[in-house]
């Protein structure tokens, strides 16, 4: 298993230990891959989804394949505010009233379904 330099791959039920680290991009990372000098490489989707939405670099183009880690329950994500922010309590209970109006209205979880499934 490959991975990025610096980055704690235990969130991803796999030993840390046991993940080359050292590529330092994604670019790298892919190279190394189709180079053979690993299986597999270890990223979440959203990340580079993100890359391929925002800077329109495709990291899963030339039959690069994306495949859930079994046994692995996802990480917990969490947003950050700045407490220096003069509005950071009302951008907190903004976000907490529409989580739970998604939540409760079935909204969230069709979302999150097309991620998780």
């Known amino acids: 298993m490959c991975g990025l330099l610096g980055y704690n791959y235990t969130g991803f039920s796999v030993d ?3 993940v080359r680290k050292s ?6 990372l892919v190279k190394q891959t189709q180079a053979g000098r690993c299986d597999v490489f270890l990223a979440r989707y959203e990340i580079l989804a993100g890359f391929k939405a925002a800077q329109g ?18 990480d917990k994500f969490h947003m950050m505010i700045s407490r220096e922010h003069p509005e950071a309590n009302e951008i907190k209970a903004l976000l907490d009233q529409n989580f739970e109006s ?13 991620y998780l499934d």
């Open 16 to 18: 840390d230990s046991q």
């Open 102 to 114: 998604m939540r409760q209205s079935g909204q969230l979880k069709s979302i999150l379904d097309g």
């Open 57 to 74: 670099i495709d990291y899963l183009a030339g039959g690069m394949q994306v495949e859930p880690i079994p046994g692995n329950m996802g």
């Open 23 to 28: 590529a330092k991009d994604f670019k790298q």
